[in-house]
């Protein structure tokens, strides 16, 4: 699913990969939040797709503070982590209230800088 789950010791390639699927988590989760924000989506899609990528975001940032990692980047990989539990924590915001509008677009907002989204 995700390079980081999938074992091993962390290189930089499986770092790039593990980096690039976050942004995507952010960047999916930010176009939901800004749907959110707009009145755009329903209360039960935005829910359960908040989760989804929360529970996606949340094994990764558990899978890259466990792992083995070249010492070279493992500071980096335990700061990824951490950059992962952060998306997991806004995404969790927007699943608990998927209803409000003002609440979407603080997350949006988030998520965008959190993914470097366009």
């Not at 942004?23 to 039960?44: F, N, P, Q, W």
């Not at 070249?70 to 700061?79: D, M, T, W």
């Amino acid at each position: 699913m995700v390079a980081g789950c999938n074992g091993g010791t962390v290189d930089r390639h499986a770092l790039k990969n593990d980096g690039a699927t976050l942004d995507s988590i952010a960047c999916e989760g930010a176009l939901l939040a800004g749907d959110v924000a707009r009145g755009r989506t329903t209360t039960y899609f935005a829910r359960v797709q908040a989760e989804a990528l929360r529970i996606e975001s949340s094994n990764l940032a558990d899978a890259l503070s466990r792992r083995k990692a070249l010492s070279s980047i493992e500071q980096r990989v335990r700061e990824k982590a951490k950059h992962a539990a952060v998306l997991a924590a806004t995404l969790q915001r927007l699943h608990d209230h998927p209803s409000d509008r003002a609440v979407g677009a603080a997350v949006a907002s988030r998520l965008k800088k959190l993914g470097s989204c366009a």
